[in-house]
C-alpha cells in the first residue's frame, strides 16, 4: 500500500497587535505582499482584504500604533517534509485605503517604528570628529531601534544633515561610505555590501524555473575607472584622487567634484560611486514559484541565459500571495562586481593613482597639526616631512608661503 502524500501548501500566518489574527485574515485575504530590501529602503508589507462586511471601517479600522507581525509558512513544499518558515518582521501599520465597488480595504506596513520622527521629521545638524558607527548609532538610539554593525568605522571628519529625515540621512550616510543599510524587524543592519558580493553563491536558478525575466545591460554605466577633484577655494587648495579597475585602461572615467576633506574620504567616496554605477550596469529581474528561501542580499547563480548567466547580488525579493493561495516571488539582482563568472566587470586587485593635495602653509601651521588635518593622526607627520623634506629645516620648520605636497597615508 502507497503512502498517502500530504500536498504541498503555503501559509500565511498573521499576528495583529499581539494577537494571533491568521484566522480572522485567512478568508478575506486577497492578496498579500512583503518586499525585502537588501538596501536603500525600509521593508514593506501590503495586504488587501476584502470588506463586504464593512467590518474595516467599523470596529477593524487600524489605528495609531497598531502593528502586525507576518510569517510565511511553507509545507511539503520541494518534497515530503520540508516545511519552512520566513519571518518577514515587525511592520508598523501607516496606510490604510477602503475602496468600493467592490469593497476591499488596502493596509500597508512598515518594518521601522514611525512613532519617533524617523522617517518623517527633517532635521539640520552638523557631525564633526566623529565616526559612521556613532553617528548611525545616535539615529538608532532616537529611532528606538537596535543597530548591528558589521564593517569598517570610517572617520567623519565634517558632515551636515541639512534637510533630511534620520532615514534618509543614515542611508545616504552609507551609500557614499560604500556601506549597505537595511532596516528589518526594529533593526538597522551595516554591512560592507562588495563583502557580501565576494560571498560564494547561496544556491543556482535555472532559466527553467523562471516564470518571465529581463535582463538590462548599460554601457553607459560601465565606467573603468573614477576621479575626484574638489578645490577649496577657502583654503586654496585642491585634492584629487584617481582609481582604475585593474586590467583596464581607464578610457570611460567617472568625473566627481565632491567636497572632500581627506584622501581617506576622497577615495571612500569615489569608489563608493564608481561601484554604485557598476551595480547599475547589468540587472536582472524575474519571476519564480514562492520560496521562502529567497532572501535579499543574498549572492546566486544565474544559469541558462548565455552570456547573462552568472552569479548575481539580490538586491529585492517581492514575495506574493493571492486569494487562490499561490506563492510567487519576483527578484531583482545586479551581477556581483566581484563574481566569478567572466565578467568583464570583474575587478580582482586593486590599482590605484592618488595625485597630491598641494597645500600652502599658513600661520600657525605644523608637521603635526598637517598630520592630524589631513590623515586623523599627528603620529603621521613624517609622511608629510618626507614628502617635502628639502624644503623643510632638520628642526620641521616650517614657515608660511611654502607649498607642500600633501601625500596619501
Given at each position: 500500500m502507497n503512502k498517502t502524500e500530504n500536498p504541498r501548501k503555503s501559509l500565511l500566518k498573521l499576528i495583529y497587535n499581539g494577537v494571533d489574527a491568521a484566522a480572522e485574515f485567512s478568508s478575506k485575504t486577497e492578496s498579500f505582499t512583503y518586499t525585502d530590501v537588501a538596501s536603500g529602503e525600509a521593508d514593506t508589507l501590503s495586504l488587501t482584504v476584502n470588506n463586504q462586511d464593512g467590518r474595516w471601517l467599523n470596529g477593524f479600522m487600524p489605528e495609531d500604533g497598531d502593528y502586525i507581525e507576518a510569517k510565511i509558512a511553507v509545507e511539503n513544499w520541494n518534497k515530503q517534509g520540508d516545511n519552512r518558515n520566513l519571518f518577514c518582521g515587525m511592520f508598523d501599520l501607516d496606510s490604510f485605503k477602503a475602496v468600493g465597488f467592490p469593497e476591499t480595504c488596502s493596509i500597508k506596513g512598515i518594518t521601522i517604528?514611525?512613532?519617533?520622527?524617523?522617517?518623517?521629521?527633517?532635521?539640520?545638524?552638523t557631525f564633526s570628529n566623529t565616526t559612521t558607527k556613532t553617528?548611525?548609532?545616535?539615529i538608532?538610539?532616537?529611532?528606538?531601534?537596535?543597530?548591528?554593525?558589521?564593517?569598517?568605522?570610517?572617520?567623519?571628519?565634517?558632515?551636515?544633515?541639512?534637510?533630511?529625515?534620520?532615514m534618509e540621512f543614515a542611508f545616504s550616510l552609507?551609500?557614499?561610505?560604500?556601506?549597505?543599510?537595511?532596516?528589518?524587524?526594529?533593526?538597522?543592519?551595516?554591512?560592507?555590501?562588495?563583502?557580501?558580493e565576494n560571498k560564494k553563491a547561496s544556491y543556482t536558478i535555472d532559466r527553467s524555473e523562471m516564470q518571465n525575466y529581463s535582463y538590462t545591460k548599460e554601457k553607459s554605466k560601465a565606467y573603468d575607472s573614477v576621479q575626484i577633484q574638489y578645490t577649496d577655494p577657502n583654503r586654496d587648495e585642491t585634492l584629487s584622487y584617481r582609481y582604475t579597475l585593474p586590467g583596464s585602461n581607464g578610457s570611460r572615467t567617472l568625473f566627481l567634484n565632491e567636497q572632500v576633506a581627506?584622501?581617506?574620504?576622497?577615495?571612500?567616496?569615489?569608489?563608493?560611486?564608481?561601484?554604485?554605477n557598476l551595480r547599475k550596469a547589468v540587472n536582472i529581474s524575474f519571476g519564480v514559484r514562492g520560496d521562502t528561501k529567497y532572501i535579499a542580499a543574498q549572492t546566486i547563480r544565474i544559469k541558462g541565459l548565455g552570456k547573462a548567466s552568472g552569479i548575481y547580488f539580490i538586491d529585492r525579493v517581492t514575495h506574493s500571495k493571492s486569494a487562490g493561495g499561490a506563492y510567487t516571488c519576483t527578484i531583482k539582482a545586479h551581477l556581483c562586481i566581484t563574481n566569478t563568472g567572466g565578467s568583464e566587470l570583474k575587478p580582482?586587485?586593486?590599482?590605484?593613482?592618488?595625485?597630491?593635495?598641494?597645500?600652502?602653509?599658513?600661520?600657525?601651521?605644523?608637521?603635526?597639526?598637517?598630520?592630524?588635518?589631513?590623515?586623523g593622526d599627528g603620529e603621521k607627520?613624517?609622511?608629510?616631512?618626507?614628502?617635502?623634506?628639502?624644503?623643510?629645516?632638520?628642526?620641521?620648520?616650517?614657515?608660511?608661503?611654502?607649498?607642500?605636497?600633501?601625500?596619501p597615508t
Open positions: 517604528s514611525i512613532r519617533t520622527g524617523f522617517h518623517t521629521t527633517v532635521k539640520t545638524h553617528i548611525l548609532s545616535n538608532c538610539r532616537d529611532a528606538g531601534i537596535t543597530l548591528v554593525y558589521e564593517s569598517e568605522d570610517y572617520t567623519v571628519q565634517e558632515l551636515e544633515q541639512d534637510g533630511k529625515t534620520d552609507c551609500k557614499t561610505h560604500n556601506l549597505a543599510m537595511k532596516l528589518y524587524n526594529k533593526k538597522m543592519v551595516v554591512y560592507n555590501q562588495t563583502d557580501y581627506s584622501y581617506q574620504e576622497a577615495e571612500i567616496r569615489a569608489k563608493a560611486r564608481l561601484l554604485e580582482k586587485n586593486q590599482n590605484e593613482e592618488l595625485q597630491g593635495t598641494k597645500y600652502i602653509v599658513k600661520k600657525g601651521d605644523c608637521l603635526w597639526k598637517l598630520a592630524e588635518r589631513f590623515y607627520y613624517k609622511i608629510i616631512y618626507n614628502a617635502n623634506k628639502e624644503q623643510i629645516e632638520e628642526a620641521h620648520w616650517i614657515y608660511p608661503g611654502q607649498v607642500f605636497i600633501i601625500p
